[in-house]
């Protein structure tokens, strides 16, 4: 099982990454964030999220994105038997932010 600590920040998101990791005993799930920001232009951002995602988890990745009074938006969501991850950027005009979240079973069962 891979988890966010192994597989690191995407490529060209920069900065110090904001991770946290919690494990919930009686669930039997390991809870992970990271929290993203870039310069990269949003397209050039979304298409490095998506390779990342697509490399780590290897899953059909499902994707929406909306362009609401003029504020981008991007969200990825994919599911393997063990693990699922969703992943949401937002171009705020001088950067794009978003996060990273992989829930995986430490029992085996599905999150």
């Keep these: 099982m891979k988890t966010l600590e192994d597989m690191g920040s995407p490529p060209g998101f920069d900065g ?6 919690e494990t919930d005993e009686e669930e039997g799930k390991l809870y992970e964030s990271l929290m993203l920001a870039t310069a990269s232009g949003f397209d050039e951002a979304v298409a490095a999220l998506t390779a990342f995602l697509r490399r780590h988890v290897g ?3 499902e994707t929406t994105s909306e362009d609401v009074a003029g504020v981008r938006s991007w969200v990825g969501r994919c599911q393997t038997a063990d693990q699922s991850v969703d992943a949401q950027l937002t171009d705020f005009g001088d950067y794009r932010g978003g ?12 999150s």
């Design 99 to 110: 996060y990273l979240r992989l829930i995986s079973n430490l029992d085996g069962s599905r």
């Design 16 to 21: 110090e990454p904001d991770y946290n990791a």
């Design 59 to 61: 899953a059909e990745l």
